[in-house]
Each structure stands twice: as C-alpha cells, then as structure tokens.
C-alpha cells in the first residue's frame, strides 16, 4: 500500500536528523497549533553542532539565483525573513556574481531571466571579464578564474551557517516542546507484512517508536532506506586560510564569486577566514552496507556515503581539490595564493544529491508512517527560514504547486550516470575518493 497523508494529526514524530531539514521542520511543528499535542523527537547521532553535518559551516549562500523559477520564487520568501527575523546577525547581503565561460552560460542566463521576473532584486549584467574584475574586485585577470560573462545580483547574500543552525536551535529548545536525543539510528524499523513503519532502532538496541518517521539524516539517509538511483552522497571541497583584517576588510563587502564553469567559489571572508570551496560533481564514496530494507543480514547493496573527518580526523581534501581552490585563488587574487600562505584547514562536506537537482520531501511510497525530508543537493541551506513549513505542507498533502514533480518519490528509478543534474555544476566528473586520496599521497 503507498503510503499518504493521514487525515489524524500523529501522537509522536520521529524526526532523524537534525540539520537543516530536520530542525526546521521540528520548529515548523512546534508552531502549528494542529501538533500542540503531539510528541516531537529529533534524534542525530552527533552532538549539536554536527561538526560534519552539511549545514555547519563558516558561510552558506543565500540566493534566488536558480535556473528553475519555483526555487527562485521559494528562496525569495525564505530571503525576506534573513533579512528581517530570521538570524539577521548572520545574513551578510554583499551580492552574489555568477558567472561562466562554458556552456553553464546557459545555466546564468536563465537564472538572471527568473530573479529579474520576480522583479524585487537589483541585479546588473557583466559583459565582461573586467566587468567581473570591477564588481568583484579582483586583483587578478585571467578569465579562467573570473569567467568571461555574467550577472551580479547586488541582493543575494551569505549567511553564517553555524551561526544560523545555533540561532534556530536556541529557538527550537526555548519552545520546549522537542525531545532531543543523540543517539546513531541503525535502522528503520519496517513491518514488512503490513508495510509500515514503527520509528527506529539505535546503535544501542534501543527503539524509538513514532506514528510519523521522517528521514532527515542528509546524506546518512540512504544507509537507512534504500534510494539507490534516488540521492548519492557527494563530497565536496572546502579549504580555508586565515587573512589578516586589512585584508579582510578589503574584500569582505565584495560579492561572492561563483564561476560555474568549473564551479570554484569564493565567499567573502569573516572572522579572518576566507573560504574558497567548489560547487562540483564531487567525489562519490562507495560503500557495502547491510540492505536497510531488509531484515536478511546477507542482502548487502552498495551506495555512495559520506566519509569526513569524524570519520577520519586526518581527513584532508585530496590533491586535486586543494589545487584547483589554490589556481582558483591564484587566477582572482595573486597576491593571497603565495606559497607562503597555504590553506591551514581543508575539510569535505557532503550533498545529498539527486538526478535533477531537486529535493526529496515525500512519504515513502511502499512504508506507511515513514516521511523522507533530503536531497539538498548542494542548495538547501538558504531554504533553513522556512523549508519546514514547505516538509509539513508535504506531510499534509498540500505540495506547492510548482513542486510537483520535483519533490515527489521520483516514479522509476534512474542509474547514476545518466542523472542530468540541474546544469549549475561545472569541473571534474566521476571521481572516486578513495582514488583520489591515494593519488594525493606525498603530494600534500
Ligand atoms: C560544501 C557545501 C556547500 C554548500 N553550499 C550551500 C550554499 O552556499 N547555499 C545553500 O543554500 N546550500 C548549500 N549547501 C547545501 C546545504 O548545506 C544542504 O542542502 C543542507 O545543509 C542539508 O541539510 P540536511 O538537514 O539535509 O543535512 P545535514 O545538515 O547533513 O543534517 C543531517 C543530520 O543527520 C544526522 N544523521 C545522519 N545519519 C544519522 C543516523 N544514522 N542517526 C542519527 N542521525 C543521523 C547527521 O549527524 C546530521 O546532523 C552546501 C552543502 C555543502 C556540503
């Protein structure tokens, strides 16, 4: 039997995860008046802050700079409340350039076309590499850095990510309505008789039970339902170098810089950081794990997982990464890429993505009393106002209208390598960590 909204508001809620869909959607709850009676648990199997969650971080952008105008139309709503009552403190509105010099042209064209329909942002075409140069303030002027075309959307902005989660979790435990517990979910616990779902079972052989389970673990979440040709795990790369306030404070009023054509961003600094990461393909980390859905502990599947330094605390951003950030850097701001100043700290954050782009916010379509909250894919950080609202509109039956067909349970199941993606990653494809790391031996 598919599983649906139920017309009965559910006595207990399981929420596995909690990140940025999983704590938004526990504060969404805890502000409907239908839930007042209803238990809210959110369980992670990390103390808050996850240190390797994908919503922990120094920055993450904030735009309504999408290809696809439900996301533009969505991130515009979720913009108006960083910039009023939503972690203010944290949102910094210094622009956003995107721009190429490859086909993801395309891609910028589209994106400029939506934000300027939706007529509230102040943006401004760059026709050119020195256009780039002069908005973004770059030093250097090798276009393979900069792009050769683009836009500057003087509204977007970047929000401290750690700083955001921290916020809305103060918010989230002053309601005291949400049990939180840090514990390792090790699986879901399935009828498969009458195919339901009763909550979980930890690490430690306990069970939480829940009427309504909802899968928030990011990129963990296919260890715990199978979604094999659904989501993959892919790692990304993030490395940082400490800059001193003069020049800080020369370019932190500068808009971020993201050239799609190889997907290398940098981010305006903070606190003496600057990041430089890259919005790619990534790394996928094939793992054989004992098959979630099954209660055999022969049936085994293998799927892409993350592998971060929790897991590795030597982990470091293979060779490759680390110099593709460091040509990057090299090509908009010499004088900060000399060998005398490498990256201090690199780490590998982890999408959740999936074939298009698009997230996955649905009941499971075969378990009843199981909800699925993820997919981020590399853009759900700047949704954390209000993407729990989105997920209970879900559960509720009520999709927005233009997220249908996007957020659903997709109907087949499609092989990684003909996913399309959403046409915003440039650079390298079909690497293997693991490969990847051994090639960096003796080169870091
Ligand atoms: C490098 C990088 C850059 C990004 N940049 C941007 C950006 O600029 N703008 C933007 O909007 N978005 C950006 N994103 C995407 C955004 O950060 C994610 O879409 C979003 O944070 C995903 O939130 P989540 O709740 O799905 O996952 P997470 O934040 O990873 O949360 C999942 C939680 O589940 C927990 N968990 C996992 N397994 C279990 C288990 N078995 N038991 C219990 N708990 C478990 C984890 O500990 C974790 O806390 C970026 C992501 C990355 C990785």
């Known amino acids: 039997m598919a599983s649906s909204p139920s017309s009965q508001i559910p006595s207990c809620i399981l929420i596995v995860g909690s990140g940025a869909f999983g704590l938004s959607t526990a504060w969404a709850l805890c502000r409907n008046a239908q839930y007042k009676d209803t238990t809210i648990t959110v369980v992670d199997r990390q103390p808050f802050p996850t240190p390797d969650g994908s919503s922990i971080d120094t920055s993450r952008i904030i735009r309504p700079d999408y290809a696809a105008a439900p996301y533009t139309r969505l991130a515009t709503i979720a913009q108006k409340r960083w910039r009023t009552d939503f972690a203010p403190e944290h949102y910094h509105q210094t622009g956003l350039a995107v721009t190429a010099w490859g086909p993801e042209q395309k891609y910028v064209s589209e994106s400029l076309a939506n934000v300027n329909a939706i007529g509230t942002d102040e943006t401004e ?182 592998y971060t330094h929790v897991d590795d605390p030597f982990q470091h951003v293979p060779h490759e990464g680390q110099k593709q950030c460091r040509d990057f850097l090299a090509s908009i701001h010499p004088s900060l890429a000399t060998p005398s100043r490498p990256f201090t700290k690199s780490k590998i954050c982890w999408y959740t993505d999936t074939r298009n782009g698009d997230f996955l916010i649905s009941y499971h379509p075969t378990y009843k009393g199981l909800f699925v909250a993820t997919g981020g894919s590399g853009h759900g950080f700047k949704f954390l106002p209000i993407i729990g609202d989105s997920i209970l509109e879900c559960i509720e039956g009520r999709m927005p209208e233009d997220f249908r067909g996007r957020w659903e349970w997709p109907r087949e199941r499609v092989p990684e390598e003909e996913w399309a993606g959403d046409g915003s990653r440039g650079g390298p494809v079909g690497m293997v960590l693991k490969e990847e790391m051994a090639k960096s031996k003796g080169k870091l």
């Open 125 to 306: 075409v760059l026709k050119s590499p020195e256009d780039i140069r002069r908005v973004s303030g770059l030093e250097g002027k090798d276009e393979w850095g900069s792009g050769s075309t683009g836009y500057v959307n003087w509204s977007s902005g970047w929000a401290n990510a750690e700083g955001a989660m921290t916020w809305l979790r103060e918010k989230v435990e002053a309601l005291g309505r949400v049990h939180f517990i840090q514990a390792s979910v090790k699986k879901v616990l399935i009828n498969h008789r009458t195919n339901t779902v009763s909550g979980v079972r930890l690490t430690d052989s306990r069970e939480l039970k829940a009427d309504l389970t909802i899968l928030a673990a990011g990129a963990w979440t296919a260890s715990l339902i199978d979604l094999r040709g659904i989501c993959k795990a892919t790692g990304q790369v993030l490395c940082y170098m400490p800059i001193s306030t003069t020049e800080e404070a020369a370019l932190s009023k500068r808009p971020t810089i993201l050239n799609l054509s190889h997907g290398l961003f940098m981010i305006p600094p903070s606190q003496g950081l600057l990041k430089v990461a890259r919005h790619g393909h990534g790394y996928v980390n094939p793992t054989t794990i004992p098959d979630p859905e099954s209660d055999s502990p022969d049936a085994t599947i293998t799927i892409s997982l993350p």
